[in-house]
């Protein structure tokens, strides 16, 4: 019994030693959130939308970026991302993952290993 019980400690802390998280960082911005943005929004209207962009730069205050990354601890892959710009508090371009058709935004889904 003496011999079993630190073995057995062992065992439980190799196995834990082995096992990888799943990592979910940044915006998770889903279809129907980014359907909601339109050019001339004002920023108060697009974080009503999205919530806090992931990245606001101090030194590009008029530009924000929302970043969705997903994989295990060690290897996580980005799967989409797009950059919205404001001029005198007004939505005035979006860049990325995103595609505008007849003024409707819609995201652009990308499979996790890209």
Same mark, same amino acid.
């Given at each position: ?13 190799l +196995?834990?030693?082995?096992h ?5 960082? $940044?915006?998770?911005?889903d &279809?129907e ?6 050019? !001339?929004?004002?920023? &108060?209207? *697009?974080?009503? +939308?999205?919530?806090? %962009?992931?990245?606001?730069? %101090?030194?590009?205050? !008029? /530009? ?6 997903? $994989?295990?601890?060690?290897?996580v892959? /980005? ?7 404001? &001029? &005198?508090? /007004?939505?005035?371009?979006?860049? $990325?993952?995103?595609? =505008? =058709? ?6 652009? *889904? ?5």
């Amino acid at each position: 019994m003496r011999v079993f019980l630190p073995l057995l400690v062992i065992a439980m802390f190799l +196995a834990g030693c082995t096992h990888r998280v799943d990592v979910q960082q $940044g915006n998770f911005v889903d &279809e129907e959130m980014v359907a909601r943005l339109k050019m !001339n929004m004002t920023r &108060e209207q *697009v974080l009503f +939308a999205l919530g806090t %962009p992931l990245i606001i730069d %101090p030194f590009h205050p !008029n /530009r924000w970026d929302y970043v969705y990354l997903t $994989g295990r601890a060690g290897d996580v892959n /980005r799967v989409r991302g797009f950059t919205l710009e404001f &001029e &005198e508090d /007004r939505l005035v371009r979006i860049d $990325g993952d995103v595609t =505008i =058709i007849d003024d409707r935004v819609q995201l652009q *889904v990308q499979a996790a290993d890209q």
